[in-house]
């Protein structure tokens, strides 16, 4: 079955660590985006991409990059200076005007 | 992009129908409607979209007026399980987006349905 895979479902970060959040999808979609969730509130756009080898900044890009290398994946690096990384991470995919699709999420615990 | 806004929690019965209205007076001429579920620590999920009138599918319908200024997710006959979050969002079919692939949406709040018994 196709479909957008996010992996770990559960991360915890020592303070000062980088750490990459991987999304993968099989469903060959060309568009690829990063939200962030907090408890209570609604998706916060992180980075997208449109093609490979191409991504814009969303609403809260500071302390976070992207890559896309492969039309398959689009990982996700917290970096140290994301002073509040602590949240629900989503990864999706779409193509066209169509819908999104979602992965299950990586939870980021700041330890 | 269109801001939208629709109310913060809604509750009912099993067995109701549910109608949830979302506000988009900004809404622009290549704008389209699409609603979303979410579930807690999982992704949302794409419910149903529209552009005017009224587009049904085996989960819900939607009605848009003629002004499009706002829209109606309608849920027949709800149960526990449609207790969730859901996302009233406004797209656009211009730009680099349509041609390019994807297209950027802005999720807000959301509405918390809660379902009882």
């Known amino acids: 079955d196709g479909g957008i895979t996010q992996s770990p479902k559960y991360l915890f970060r020592k303070e000062g660590q980088n750490v990459t959040l991987s999304c993968e999808q099989n469903l060959n979609h060309d568009a690829m985006y990063w939200y962030r969730q907090d408890p209570g509130q609604g998706l916060r756009l992180i980075y997208y991409s449109q093609i490979v080898n191409d991504f814009q900044k969303g609403d809260i890009a500071e302390g976070y990059s992207v890559s896309r290398e492969k039309k398959e994946s689009f990982p996700l690096t917290v970096t140290s200076a994301q002073k509040n990384p602590t949240a629900f991470y989503l990864c999706?995919?779409?193509?066209?005007?169509?819908?999104?699709?979602f992965g299950s999420g990586t939870r980021l615990t700041v330890v | 992009l269109a801001k939208t806004t629709q109310p913060i929690s809604m509750d009912s019965y099993e067995g109701q129908e549910v109608n949830i209205t979302c506000s988009h007076n900004n809404i622009a001429t290549n704008d389209y409607i699409t609603w979303y579920q979410q579930f807690p620590s999982q992704g949302p999920r794409f419910i149903i979209q529209g552009y005017k009138t009224k587009v049904t599918n085996e989960v819900a319908s939607l009605f848009i007026p003629a002004d499009r200024k706002s829209s109606t997710l309608s849920l027949p006959r709800v149960s526990l399980s449609d207790t969730a979050v859901y996302y009233c969002l406004v797209g656009s079919r211009e730009g680099p987006w349509v041609t390019g692939g994807g297209n950027k949406l802005t999720f807000g709040t959301g509405t918390q349905l809660k379902v009882e018994l």
């Open positions: 999706a995919s779409s193509r066209g005007l169509d819908g999104y699709t």
